[in-house]
C-alpha cells in the first residue's frame, strides 16, 4: 500500500521565506524546507493498481500555468490546535486544478474530500502541551505573511513515509506539468 497526496511543490526563495517563520513556537514539529508544499487532494492509503489508475487520471489533467502567492497565515483546531500554516492569496485557477485532481481521484473510485478546500502550506504540527495563547499570538505575528508570486508550472503525485524518528518523508511518485 501506498500512501498518496498531490501537491504543487514550493519554488527554493518561496520555501526560504515560509522556513524564516519556523522558530517561534515551543512544542512545534516544524515541516522540513523540503517538504513545504500545497496540498491539492489528499488521498490515503491506495494498492499499486490504483495508483496506477491515478497517474493516468492526473496525466489527463489540462490547467495552464498559473501564478500563485502566499498570504496571511493560521492554524488548523480552533480551540486545540493542532497545525499552523501560511495561506494561498485567493486564486481561481489554483481552485480550478484542486478541482480537476478531485474528479480524478473520484474518476479511480476514491470516495470525495468533503472537506472545504483551503489552500495552505502546513509550518508545523502542534504537540501536546503547546499553549493556546502561544498559537494565536504566532499567527497574529504572521499574519501579514506575504510571499511570492511565482509560477506553477507543474503539480507532483507524492508518497508519504515515515522515518523511524517519526517523521514524515514524502518521496515524488510522479510529475505533471500544467498545460493548458
Aim: aromatic share 10%; charged share 20%; glycine share 6%.
Amino acid at each position: 500500500m501506498l500512501r498518496l497526496f498531490i501537491a504543487l511543490p514550493l519554488p527554493d526563495a518561496i520555501a526560504g521565506a515560509v522556513q524564516k517563520t519556523q522558530s517561534e513556537l515551543d512544542r512545534a514539529s516544524w515541516s522540513k524546507r523540503d517538504n513545504l508544499h500545497i496540498t491539492l487532494r489528499f488521498v490515503g492509503e491506495v494498492d499499486e493498481a490504483q495508483a496506477t489508475d491515478l497517474d493516468l487520471a492526473l496525466a489527463e489533467i489540462r490547467v495552464a500555468p498559473f501564478e500563485l502567492a502566499l498570504q496571511g497565515s493560521g492554524f488548523f483546531g480552533n480551540s486545540k490546535p493542532h497545525a499552523a500554516w501560511m495561506g494561498v492569496a485567493p486564486n481561481e485557477a489554483l481552485n480550478h486544478l484542486q478541482r480537476a485532481c478531485e474528479r480524478a481521484c473520484r474518476q479511480i473510485g476514491l470516495d470525495p474530500d468533503t472537506r472545504a478546500y483551503t489552500p495552505h502550506v502546513t509550518t508545523c504540527y502542534l504537540q501536546e502541551g503547546h499553549s493556546l495563547e502561544a498559537v494565536i499570538a504566532y499567527q497574529a505575528r504572521h499574519n501579514l505573511f506575504k510571499a511570492g508570486p511565482w509560477t506553477a508550472d507543474r503539480f507532483y503525485l507524492y508518497a508519504s513515509h515515515i522515518s523511524k524518528k517519526g517523521s514524515n518523508l514524502y518521496g515524488v511518485e510522479a510529475e505533471y506539468p500544467l498545460i493548458g
